[in-house]
């Protein structure tokens, strides 16, 4: 299964900000579109980074109460894995595994498509073995009555 079956199954509205944005206006974003990550992009769209609740927590520890007054452009993670929507789930997660990131872009070329998580190709991974079970379960059954 590749990366595309997601984006089409689930199409979302990409969340993103502007390196400027505060990380207040940042976690009130978070929460109000109930996501763990956001895009960070410039004034073309472009991809400049992903802010994630963990970059959050790390600036907390690191920050304290400077946090409140920090841009997101200094927070942001930069330089992480990107995905296309040809690549195969199973080695997107091999790399986020690998690069212990939660959250990938998904780039068309230079264009931004998409954000999956973790949690997304999990998901997507366990409906595939379930149908997979399921075939396997009637090729049995058929097998047995023949």
């Known amino acids: 299964m590749k ?9 979302r509205r990409l969340v993103s900000l502007p390196p400027t ?3 207040v206006e940042a976690a009130a974003v978070m929460r109000s579109e109930n996501v763990g990550a956001i895009l960070v992009r410039d004034d073309r769209g472009r991809l400049l980074g992903v802010l994630s609740e963990r970059n959050l927590a790390l600036a907390i520890a690191t920050r304290g109460a400077r946090l409140f007054r920090s841009r997101i452009g200094e927070l942001m993670s930069v ?3 990107t995905a296309a929507p040809d690549d195969a789930i199973r080695d997107v997660m091999r790399v ?3 690069r212990r990131a939660r959250h990938m872009p998904v780039l068309e070329g230079e264009t931004l498509v998409g954000l999956v998580s973790v949690g ?3 998901n997507a991974r366990l409906a595939e073995k379930i149908e997979e079970n399921a075939v396997l379960q009637e ?6 009555g023949a």
């Open 3 to 11: 990366l595309a079956a997601i984006l089409r199954e689930r199409p």
């Open 21 to 23: 944005a505060t990380a």
């Open 79 to 81: 330089g992480k894995p």
């Open 96 to 98: 986020m595994t690998e």
């Open 120 to 122: 997304d190709l999990l």
């Open 139 to 144: 090729l049995a059954r058929v097998a047995m």
